[in-house]
T-cell receptor, first 112, second 113 residues
Framework: GQSLEQPSEVTAVEGAIVQINCTYQ??????LSWYQQHDGGAPTFLSY????GLEETGRFSSFLSRSDSYGYLLLQELQMKDSASYFC?????????????FGAGTRLAVHP | EPEVTQTPSHQVTQMGQEVILRCVPI?????FYWYRQILGQKVEFLVS????????KSEIFDDQFSVERPDGSNFTLKIRSTKLEDSAMYFC???????????FGSGTQLSVL
């Protein structure tokens, strides 16, 4: 089967940098996505990496190493509003990559 | 930005009753999904729908569940006979062609009593 591992919780202070790691095991690979979810809210798309390397979008960057089956989400200049859960996700190759499966999520708490 | 809309935002039902959760995906999207999330847990895939048919479903999506796209704009999830363990937040999502970005609705909180 397919699996994703990410830390359950991370704590950081405003203005700091935090890295949320994700390792995955899949029988086929179609890229790694990241989603943010605030309490009571819907998941919202942050980024997608199909190839190795770093993708930057403002304060957020996402990295992928396919040889290590590993990626991370990097959040810079942390703000209180970044307190949320962050999920990595991959497409499941069984059934033709039609479903996106999510990790268990990392709860980020940003403190003043 | 375009958005996926879901109704109702909350639904309370008695065990054994049928419920229909409604979604209006983004108009030019082609791929539609239902996910659910039990409080504090991860987002779980239920079903994907493309070209007017189910393209993939999970083990959770048993015979009690069905989906429909009755009129080209709405996308519904029906649970025929609800169980206590069906209590969860249900999210509808849609996606354009080859874009990886899934757009999620704000969810329907289903409570089965």
């Amino acid at each position: 089967g397919q699996s994703l591992e990410q830390p359950s919780e991370v704590t950081a202070v405003e203005g700091a940098i935090v890295q949320i790691n994700c390792t995955y095991q899949t029988s086929g690979f179609y890229g790694l996505s990241w989603y943010q979810q605030h309490d009571g809210g819907a998941p919202t798309f942050l980024s997608y990496n199909a190839l190795d390397g770093l993708e930057e979008t403002g304060r957020f960057s996402s990295f992928l190493s396919r040889s290590d089956s590993y990626g991370y989400l990097l959040l810079q200049e942390l703000q209180m509003k970044d307190s949320a859960s962050y999920f990595c996700a991959v497409r499941d190759p069984t059934g033709g990559y039609n479903k996106l499966i999510f990790g268990a999520g990392t709860r980020l708490a940003v403190h003043p | 930005e375009p958005e996926v809309t879901q109704t109702p935002s909350h639904q309370v039902t008695q065990m054994g009753q049928e419920v229909i959760l409604r979604c209006v995906p983004i108009s030019n999207h082609l791929y539609f999904y239902w996910y659910r999330q039990i409080l504090g847990q991860k987002v779980e895939f239920l079903v994907s729908f493309y070209n007017n048919e189910i393209s993939e479903k999970s083990e959770i999506f048993d015979d009690q569940f069905s989906v429909e796209r009755p009129d080209g704009s709405n996308f519904t999830l029906k649970i025929r006979s609800t169980k206590l363990e069906d209590s969860a937040m249900y999210f509808c999502a849609s996606k354009g062609g080859t874009n990886e970005k899934l757009f999620f609705g704000s969810g329907t909180q289903l409570s089965v009593l």
